[in-house]
T-cell receptor
Framework: EAQVTQNPRYLITVTGKKLTVTCSQN?????MSWYRQDPGLGLRQIYY???????DKGDVPEGYKVSRKEKRNFPLILESPSPNQTSLYFC????????????FGEGSRLTVL | AQSVAQPEDQVNVAEGNPLTVKCTYS??????LFWYVQYPNRGLQFLLK??????LVKGSYGFEAEFNKSQTSFHLKKPSALVSDSALYFC???????????FGRGTSLIVHP
């Protein structure tokens, strides 16, 4: 089954404790991206990657890091989480950089205390 | 700069009646337009897209949308609503050449039995 898998689905952590949210897709997509969803703000892109070893900032990259060492994986790293990073995070992938629709993971709800 | 507006936070409709969820956009060139649906505790799912060609686009679950260039709109429609259509709907736009899609804030569709 074609899918984007994120882990963990739910996480409660404390300020400053590094964490990684993993994302993996099995569709051989070149384009992958991370979004955060906040009430009243819709989805905002954090980082995106057009291919292995190629990443770039989205609209809200502050406080986040990513890496793309393999085509299928695109982890999101919060090196020193803060309460304003409490949010619902989605990983997505697509065939085309411009015209392809996005395939989303199920989401990771992160709470930073 | 690209932007998208979903003017209604919530749309209420009776089952069996037609539904419309509104979306207007602003881009510098010809837009790439998308609709996604999000069910509770799930990731976003692709419904339909407009890239070029016929202004009326048909998508999943009986939904369709009409691209109107003069009104810069891409409203989502369905002739007969189902209770199971109740969900959060997002419109997204991508300016040609932009790697970053812009999502609307979402419209909650509630279909009453």
């Amino acid at each position: 089954e074609a899918q984007v898998t994120q882990n963990p689905r739910y996480l409660i952590t404390v300020t400053g404790k590094k964490l990684t949210v993993t994302c993996s897709q099995n569709m051989n997509h070149e384009y992958m991206s991370w979004y955060r969803q906040d009430p009243g703000l819709g989805l905002r892109q954090i980082y995106y990657s057009m291919n292995v070893e190629v990443t770039d900032k989205g609209d809200v990259p502050e406080g986040y890091k990513v890496s793309r060492k393999e085509k299928r994986n695109f982890p999101l790293i919060l090196e020193s989480p803060s309460p304003n990073q409490t949010s619902l995070y989605f990983c997505a992938s697509s065939f085309g950089q411009y015209t392809g629709e996005l395939f989303f993971g199920e989401g990771s709800r992160l709470t930073v205390l | 700069a690209q932007s998208v507006a979903q003017p209604e936070d919530q749309v209420n409709v009776a089952e069996g009646n037609p539904l419309t969820v509104k979306c207007t956009y602003s881009v510098s060139g010809n837009p790439y337009l998308f609709w996604y649906v999000q069910y509770p505790n799930r990731g976003l799912q692709f419904l339909l897209k407009y890239i070029t060609g016929d202004n009326l686009v048909k998508g999943s679950y009986g939904f369709e949308a009409e691209f109107n260039k003069s009104q810069t709109s891409f409203h989502l429609k369905k002739p007969s609503a189902l209770v199971s259509d109740s969900a959060l709907y997002f419109c997204a736009v991508r300016d040609p050449g932009s790697y970053i899609p812009t999502f609307g804030r979402g419209t909650s569709l509630i279909v009453h039995p």
